[in-house]
Nanobody, 123 residues
Framework: QVQLVESGGGSVQAGGSLRLSCTASGYTNNFMYMAWFRQTPGMEREGIACISNIGYAVYADSVKGRFTVSQDKAKAILYLQMNALIPEDTAIYYC?????????????????WGQGTQVTVSS
């Protein structure tokens, strides 16, 4: 059974950086796409970054230029490097895999999710 486990969340001051990791266990093939989403209470889940199995990355405007998605396919790990963090980045961050169809920044496009990791940015 494939599972996604996020790590690397925490609390940081505005302007700081964090790197999130998402490890896929029980999986031996490359996912077509993997993605990062985030969600705050009362808000819909927001797709912020996705990457294809050949390294093509797409970003939401809200994080473009500040966040970088990457992957280590040999280790089945997805990363999200987050720089220049602002309080509005505070959310639970989720990784997603098992892409089906549609936009890779749409939650409907993925069927496998991690449990999430909290990121808190203070001003």
């Amino acid at each position: 059974q494939v599972q996604l486990v996020e790590s690397g969340g925490g609390s940081v001051q505005a302007g700081g950086s964090l790197r999130l990791s998402c490890t896929a266990s029980g999986y031996t093939n490359n996912f077509m796409y993997m993605a990062w989403f985030r969600q705050t209470p009362g808000m819909e889940r927001e797709g912020i970054a996705c990457i294809s199995n050949i390294g093509y990355a797409v970003y939401a405007d809200s994080v473009k230029g500040r966040f970088t998605v990457s992957q280590d396919k040999a280790k089945a790990i997805l990363y999200l490097q987050m720089n220049a963090l602002i309080p509005e980045d505070t959310a639970i961050y989720y990784c997603a895999a098992q892409f089906t169809s549609g936009s890779c920044l749409s939650g409907d496009a993925f069927s496998l999710w991690g449990q999430g990791t909290q990121v808190t940015v203070s001003s």
